[in-house]
């Protein structure tokens, strides 16, 4: 008996499709002359095998095209009849469910503002109990694995094994050149704990831009994801959700013959080693500049209030306790104390640097004391 902690049995599933996987189609449903030209399109592109169209829009803030409807669900399946594609729509609800299951949708996915709720997901796999429908599950708004991993636990459960998480990058509150950030350690780590997860990549959501999407699509086939997600529209200038990001049906086929797809590593689906870790170093040095930026930000904020304030720059007291923290940490995270201390000097010269007048500025550089200033 399995202990009630220990992972879901994910180890006979499979989505039971071809890879690469490559799935496209606009955002949104917006009439059946967009879909069937979306589709036959793609379907001359050759390389497609599902098309996808959201039908219920799920957006963040009211006011905005929330999508067509239970009518779009004709246009997906005419186009189906048209050109063979296989079709798919996201579901957030039982009733989503129904509907589709009705008008004989072949795949759905659930999208990242549903996956974080366990009520919804579960709702939608107790609708979908004794079907084998392909269901795609896309990573929750918010970096939180768990949550990812649970919502594809409880579709497991309701008897489904026609299974595979989608990543489409996380919100994230700093600033990053991404409208999702990838933080490809998720993905990474989810496919670790469960090797026969099929793992895809919507490289439009996390790019946010037309013109962003090659390096996100290629990184992401260099990780060994079994496929991808890419929203295309047939005028993407005019589309009512996500414009800046969905390609032409002409740029998403120079996309495709730009891209490297690897065949899956002969041990077990693995890469070379020496590439994912170095992929992790790239990920993380990356946040690591993304938090410095943003360090850099709140500093200058500080700085602006300490003026407004005729409040001194330095403040010993305040930079000796950052300093007594990251040391500590520093012991805990097995890090040398030397070695923080040195970097927390220099980001502190930094910071001191930003928050000075300029002739303040010219003092301070080139004399790192310790413990003798503050934010
Ligand atoms: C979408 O696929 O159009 C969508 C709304 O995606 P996400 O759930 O990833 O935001
Ligand atoms: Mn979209």
């Known amino acids: 008996m399995n202990s009630p902690f220990a992972p879901a049995p994910f180890a006979q599933w499979s989505l039971g499709l071809d890879r690469p996987l490559v799935i496209a189609g606009p955002c949104s449903a917006e009439s059946e002359e967009q879909v069937l030209a ?55 609800t039982p009733e989503h469910v129904e509907a589709c299951l009705k008008a004989g949708i072949d795949m759905l996915w659930i999208g990242a503002r549903t996956t974080p709720n366990p009520f919804s997901v579960q ?36 008897g489904l094994r026609r299974l595979a998480a989608v990543h489409r990058g996380f919100n994230w509150f700093e600033r990053t050149p991404y409208r999702n950030s990838p933080m490809w350690e998720f993905p990474i780590r989810l496919k670790a704990a469960h090797p026969e997860l099929e793992l895809l990549c919507d490289p439009s959501h996390i790019a946010g831009h037309a013109e962003r999407i090659g390096p ?32 032409s049906p002409a740029a998403f086929s120079a996309l495709l013959d730009g891209l490297i797809f690897r065949e899956a590593a002969p041990t077990a ?38 003026r407004a304030h005729q409040v001194a720059i330095l403040q010993p007291e305040r930079w000796d306790r950052i300093m007594k923290r990251q040391v500590r940490l520093a012991h805990h995270l097995g890090l040398s104390e030397a070695f923080v201390r040195e970097f927390m000097d220099a980001i502190h010269r930094e910071s001191i640097r930003r928050q000075s007048l300029e002739g303040a500025a010219e003092a301070l550089v080139g004399s790192p004391s310790r413990s003798s200033k503050g934010e």
């Open 123 to 158: 709702a939608i796999a107790d609708a979908l109990q004794g079907t084998d429908v392909p269901v795609l599950v896309k990573n929750p708004i918010n970096p939180d694995l768990h949550l990812w991993t649970g919502a594809l636990e409880r579709l497991h459960r309701a």
């Open 38 to 92: 979306t589709a036959t399109k793609l379907k001359a592109d050759g390389r497609v095998q599902a098309l996808r169209a959201g039908v219920w829009k799920p957006r963040t803030r009211p006011g905005s095209f929330e999508g067509a409807g239970d009518t779009a669900l004709a246009w997906l399946k005419r186009a189906k009849e048209e050109t063979g594609l296989l079709v798919m729509t996201e579901v957030a």
């Open 216 to 247: 996100v699509a290629q990184q992401a086939l260099d990780l060994g994801f079994g496929g991808l997600m890419v929203e295309v529209h047939p005028d993407p200038a005019v589309a009512r959700s996500d414009a800046e990001q969905q390609l």
């Open 269 to 306: 689906g693995m890469r070379d080693r020496l590439e994912e870790l170095r992929d992790l170093i790239d990920q993380l040095d990356e946040e690591i500049a993304q938090k410095l930026g943003t360090r850099m930000d709140i500093a200058e904020r500080i700085g602006d209030h300490k």
